[in-house]
T-cell receptor, first 111, second 116 residues
Framework: DAKTTQPPSMDCAEGRAANLPCNHS???????VYWYRQIHSQGPQYIIH???NNETNEMASLIITEDRKSSTLILPHATLRDTAVYYC????????????FGTGTRLQVTL | GAVVSQHPSWVICKSGTSVKIECRSL??????MFWYRQFPKQSLMLMAT?????????EQGVEKDKFLINHASLTLSTLTVTSAHPEDSSFYIC????????????FGPGTRLTVL
């Protein structure tokens, strides 16, 4: 699986959009970009994933660059409950394909 | 989405004892489940892949005789930490591959193991 690079930490004011970048310059054609987050002392929570098109769901939006070498997770209106470690993971499709977690970005949402 | 439960949510045991952690897929029959371990202030590390009806596949450096995995049914995988020692104290998390759409994984809430 391709390696990802994320900033170690970010701050965001409550109510503002949080934009979390991820670099995955070695991504291959059959690999998806997945985003998970982990709130302290809980299991990771699936957020969103995509292959090449931008995706949006009730939690977030995922913007993938045309060359697929980087992506941005957008939380449109961050709240204090969004404070967590966010993981960007690249993985090939398949039922036995495991997730490899990097160090992620620690997002701190402040008042 | 899929729901995964773990039991117990936390456990404290004496050094040398064995501890069993259960992972259940509540609304999906999971042929494959994964076990992760997370030490304080570190990321999740995959320990093993649990396959229903067959032997688990362990990651490099994980002792299969110490971390026994059983996946006897499509909804239950168990991880037994045998002869636990203080260095085994960690947060153990399981996940299952939903097998639907693009195979997003759903994680359990984790089990905090403290070995005295």
């Amino acid at each position: 699986d391709a390696k990802t690079t994320q900033p170690p930490s970010m701050d965001c004011a409550e109510g503002r959009a949080a934009n979390l970048p991820c670099n995955h310059s070695t991504i291959s054609g059959n690999e998806y970009v997945y985003w998970y987050r982990q709130i302290h002392s809980q299991g990771p929570q699936y957020i969103i994933h995509g292959l090449k098109n931008n995706e949006t769901n009730e939690m977030a939006s995922l913007i993938i660059t045309e060359d697929r070498k980087s992506s941005t997770l957008i939380l449109p209106h961050a709240t204090l409950r969004d404070t967590a470690v966010y993981y960007c993971i690249v993985r090939a499709r398949g039922t036995a394909s495991k997730l490899t977690f990097g160090t992620g970005t620690r997002l701190q949402v402040t008042l | 989405g899929a729901v995964v439960s773990q039991h117990p949510s936390w456990v404290i045991c004496k050094s040398g004892t064995s501890v069993k952690i259960e992972c259940r897929s509540l609304d999906f029959q999971a042929t494959t489940m994964f076990w992760y371990r997370q030490f304080p202030k570190q990321s999740l590390m995959l320990m093993a892949t649990s396959n229903e009806g067959s032997k688990a596949t362990y990651e490099q450096g994980v002792e299969k005789d110490k971390f026994l995995i059983n996946h006897a049914s499509l909804t239950l995988s168990t991880l037994t930490v045998t002869s636990a020692h203080p260095e085994d104290s960690s947060f153990y998390i399981c996940s299952e591959n939903s097998g639907r759409t693009d195979n997003e994984q759903f994680f359990g809430p984790g089990t905090r193991l403290t070995v005295l």
